[in-house]
């Protein structure tokens, strides 16, 4: 059964804004972490009841370096500028010469997590037009020195799949739903799963690794977010954690 938890938080404020006042700490999850052998942390967000369950709520609100989840931003900022024309058409307007991605679609290699083609997206985007939407919406410590230098916690990432989901983002609404399609990975009569999964290393070369997006059953959003000391299994652990939530049988 869902052990849920409110926080005291101004929903306008979800990335970063939190007052993690009464909240249970979901110790029940922390055998899933034990078993995959990683420290790290889970939070879960009922939209419809505004409730909360998390699992180690001090490291949720740590920052951590992006990696790759900074893909998603990378892929809105290529659809609101048309060097992406949508998530199907393969290839960049003003592809950078002789770029090895330049036939793969956004879909596939957002599936993937090809850091080819997202550093070639970003090469034909360039540094400041990047740079501009990371401080535009405030993207975690919003710096734009490259690698692990930007760093971003639990909260605010959660905070964000929130705001893309409902086109709270600074893009336009077309930007952000073919954003939101590039993110499906399961789309079945009982469930939507949208999510990414993405490892990368912070300052030291300790490993990150991280599983972020939304599941709806009925028509009902839940956001979450998975962040382990690892480099692997990330997806695997939360899909066990959100099928111990109740998820996946179209009934929460």
């Given at each position: 059964?869902?052990?849920?938890?409110?926080?005291?938080?101004?929903?306008?404020?979800?990335?970063?804004?939190?007052?993690?006042?009464?909240?249970?700490?979901?110790?029940?999850?922390?055998?899933?972490?034990?078993?995959?052998?990683?420290?790290?942390?889970?939070?879960?967000?009922?939209?419809?009841?505004?409730?909360?369950?998390?699992?180690?709520?001090?490291?949720?609100?740590?920052?951590?370096?992006?990696?790759?989840?900074?893909?998603?931003?990378?892929?809105?900022?290529?659809?609101?500028?048309?060097?992406?024309?949508?998530?199907k058409k393969a290839g960049f307007a003003g592809d950078a010469p002789g770029a090895d991605s330049a036939g793969e679609?956004?879909?596939?290699?957002?599936?993937?997590?090809?850091?080819?083609?997202?550093?070639?997206?970003?090469?034909?985007?360039?540094?400041?037009?990047?740079?501009?939407?990371?401080?535009?919406?405030?993207?975690?410590?919003?710096?734009?020195?490259?690698?692990?230098?930007?760093?971003?916690?639990?909260?605010?990432?959660?905070?964000?799949?929130?705001?893309?989901?409902?086109?709270?983002?600074?893009?336009?609404?077309?930007?952000?739903?073919?954003?939101?399609?590039?993110?499906?990975?399961?789309?079945?009569?009982?469930?939507?799963?949208?999510?990414?999964?993405?490892?990368?290393?912070?300052?030291?070369?300790?490993?990150?690794?991280?599983?972020?997006?939304?599941?709806?059953?009925?028509?009902?959003?839940?956001?979450?977010?998975?962040?382990?000391?690892?480099?692997?299994?990330?997806?695997?652990?939360?899909?066990?954690?959100?099928?111990?939530?109740?998820?996946?049988?179209?009934?929460?």
């Amino acid at each position: 059964m869902m052990r849920k938890v409110l926080l005291m938080c101004a929903l306008a404020g979800l990335a970063g804004g939190c007052s993690l006042n009464n909240v249970d700490k979901a110790d029940y999850l922390k055998p899933y972490f034990d078993t995959a052998g990683v420290h790290g942390c889970f939070a879960l967000y009922d939209n419809g009841r505004n409730e909360f369950t998390i699992y180690n709520k001090d490291r949720y609100l740590q920052r951590f370096p992006a990696g790759g989840t900074l893909n998603i931003l990378t892929g809105l900022v290529g659809l609101e500028t048309g060097k992406v024309f949508d998530e199907k058409k393969a290839g960049f307007a003003g592809d950078a010469p002789g770029a090895d991605s330049a036939g793969e679609s956004l879909a596939d290699a957002f599936r993937t997590d090809d850091a080819a083609y997202f550093k070639t997206l970003a090469q034909v985007l360039g540094a400041d037009t990047i740079n501009n939407r990371i401080k535009a919406i405030s993207y975690g410590n919003m710096d734009t020195r490259g690698g692990a230098n930007l760093t971003i916690s639990p909260d605010e990432q959660l905070g964000l799949v929130k705001r893309l989901f409902f086109d709270q983002l600074p893009f336009q609404k077309r930007t952000q739903e073919v954003m939101r399609t590039v993110m499906e990975r399961e789309k079945t009569t009982l469930y939507t799963l949208a999510w990414t999964e993405n490892y990368t290393s912070d300052s030291t070369g300790h490993p990150v690794g991280w599983a972020l997006g939304w599941i709806e059953e009925r028509n009902h959003p839940y956001f979450f977010v998975l962040n382990i000391d690892g480099d692997k299994g990330a997806g695997v652990l939360m899909r066990k954690i959100l099928t111990q939530q109740g998820f996946f049988k179209g009934v929460m």
